[in-house]
Each structure stands twice: as C-alpha cells, then as structure tokens.
C-alpha cells in the first residue's frame, strides 16, 4: 500500500500571491495536486468552473454542507467557500500529495482534522505593496479591494497557527521556501518510521 500522501494548507491575505506561487509549484512539482474549493462568489474574467472553483449556488453550497460532503467551510468577505472532501480523501489515499488554499478559518478547521498536515501562511513584504498588487491586479471592484484590504491585520494575528512563515517577494524565492518545506516534512521521522522497518526486515548481516 502506498504511504499517504501529504496535506498542504496555504493561507495568507487576499493579494499576497497565494494563486501564482501554487500555480508555479504545481507545474514543477508532478505528485502535487490542487483541490478546487466550491464558492458561491462570482466568476472572475477568465476564471473557469472545475479549474479556478466549482462555482455554485448557495443553494448547492448548502446541499454540500447539509450532505457533509466539504471537509472545511467558512463565510469569507462575504462569500462562502469550502473544501470538498471525496477528492482530497481520495489523493491522499493513492500517496500523492495535495494543496489547500484557504482561509485562515477554514485552516484551524482542516489543522483539527489533520494535526499531520503542512501549515504554511504567506505574507506580502508590507501593507502598500498588497495593496499595490490588488489594485494591478486589476479583478475585484474598488469596493471589494477595500473589504479585503479591511481584514489583513486581523487575518495576520492568525498567522502563528500555522508552522511555516513565508515571504512574498520574488515568486520565485517564496516557491523554492515552498517546495524545500515540502521536501523537509517529507523526511520527517515521523512519517517514515516504516522505512527503518523495511531496511531491518531486508537482507542479512553478518
Ligand atoms: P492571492 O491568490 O493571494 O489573492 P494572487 O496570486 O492573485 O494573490 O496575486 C495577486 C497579484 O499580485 C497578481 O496580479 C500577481 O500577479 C501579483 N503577484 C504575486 N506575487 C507577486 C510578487 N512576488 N511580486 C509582485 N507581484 C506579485
Ligand atoms: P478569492 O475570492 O480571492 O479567490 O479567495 C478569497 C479567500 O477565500 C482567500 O483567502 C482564499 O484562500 C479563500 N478560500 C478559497 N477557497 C477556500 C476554501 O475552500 N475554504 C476556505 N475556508 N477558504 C477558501
């Protein structure tokens, strides 16, 4: 049977570059998979169902929570978004491992069900400059910039649940952190006790 695959949850506020480091690790990294969240918020331009999100009513979105079929779900700027389970459940059943881009409620919610998971909060190297990059951005009305811009302070008190802090600067420094985190919890002793068990149960020694 293959060892389990590993559970990563990114976190860290609106603008800091969470979509654009995933999207550079998952092309270099084969064994990652991303888990599409269900969200009731609108399509942004170019946003595609079952690539970017399952965009659903909030109907469905609560047919999904009265089903138990989300594995996490939180309210957030004013839109619900959650985690389906059976896709999660089933990568890490065939050993590959998974990533989770959430909320910081949405997190503490996995963290209870998942202790063993990788908790990585990324932040922007300073206010203006998340700013800057959601304005450039150039997708969420002057409204919505504001309410997310409204909830960075209290979302970065949150930041010492998790176990690793990145910085955003360059994508490409934030990535390698990333993958070399990755890399680091997948030698852990604790997730390799088997292996010593193997090695000793093999060959003999004279
Ligand atoms: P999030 O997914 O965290 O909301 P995005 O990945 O959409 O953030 O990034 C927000 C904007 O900032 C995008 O326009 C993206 O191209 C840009 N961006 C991301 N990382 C950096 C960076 N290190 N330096 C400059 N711009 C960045
Ligand atoms: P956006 O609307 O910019 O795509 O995402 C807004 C926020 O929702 C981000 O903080 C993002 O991480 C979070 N988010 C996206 N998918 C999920 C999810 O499945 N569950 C939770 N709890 N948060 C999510």
Same mark, same amino acid.
């Given at each position: 049977?293959?060892?389990?695959?590993?559970?990563?949850?990114?976190?860290?506020?609106?603008?800091? /570059?969470?979509?654009?480091?995933?999207?550079?690790?998952?092309?270099?990294?084969?064994?990652?998979?991303?888990?599409?969240?269900?969200?009731?918020?609108?399509?942004?331009?170019?946003?595609? @169902?079952?690539?970017?999100?399952?965009?659903?009513?909030?109907?469905?979105?609560?047919?999904?929570?009265?089903?138990?079929?989300?594995?996490?779900?939180?309210?957030?700027?004013?839109?619900?978004?959650?985690?389906?389970?059976?896709?999660?459940?089933?990568?890490?059943?065939?050993?590959?491992?998974?990533?989770?881009?959430?909320?910081?409620? /949405?997190?503490?919610?996995?963290?209870?069900?998942?202790?063993? /998971?990788?908790?990585?909060?990324?932040?922007?190297?300073?206010?203006?400059?998340?700013?800057?990059?959601?304005?450039?951005?150039?997708?969420?009305?002057?409204?919505?910039? @504001?309410?997310?811009?409204?909830?960075?302070?209290?979302?970065?008190?949150?930041?010492?649940?998790? @176990?690793?802090?990145?910085?955003?600067?360059?994508?490409?420094?934030?990535?390698?952190?990333?993958?070399?985190?990755?890399?680091?919890?997948?030698?852990?002793?604790?997730?390799?006790?088997?292996?010593?068990?193997?090695?000793?149960?093999? /060959?003999?020694?004279?």
């Amino acid at each position: 049977m293959a060892q389990q695959g590993n559970l990563i949850v990114l976190s860290g506020p609106s603008g800091t /570059g969470k979509g654009t480091i995933c999207k550079a690790l998952l092309r270099s990294n084969p064994n990652l998979q991303y888990s599409i969240s269900a969200t009731t918020r609108s399509p942004r331009k170019g946003e595609q @169902h079952g690539v970017n999100y399952w965009f659903f009513s909030k109907e469905r979105f609560q047919e999904m929570i009265e089903n138990d079929e989300l594995l996490e779900w939180a309210e957030v700027y004013g839109n619900y978004y959650g985690t389906p389970w059976t896709y999660v459940a089933e990568i890490l059943e065939k050993g590959q491992d998974i990533v989770l881009e959430i909320d910081t409620q /949405g997190a503490l919610k996995v963290k209870d069900k998942f202790p063993q /998971g990788i908790f990585i909060f990324i932040v922007p190297p300073s206010l203006d400059e998340l700013a800057d990059r959601l304005w450039k951005r150039g997708t969420d009305s002057p409204e919505v910039i @504001h309410t997310r811009l409204q909830c960075v302070r209290e979302e970065l008190k949150m930041a010492p649940n998790y @176990h690793y802090l990145v910085i955003n600067d360059r994508v490409s420094d934030a990535v390698n952190k990333i993958a070399a985190i990755i890399l680091a919890e997948k030698c852990r002793m604790e997730r390799n006790a088997q292996i010593i068990d193997n090695i000793s149960s093999r /060959g003999t020694v004279e």
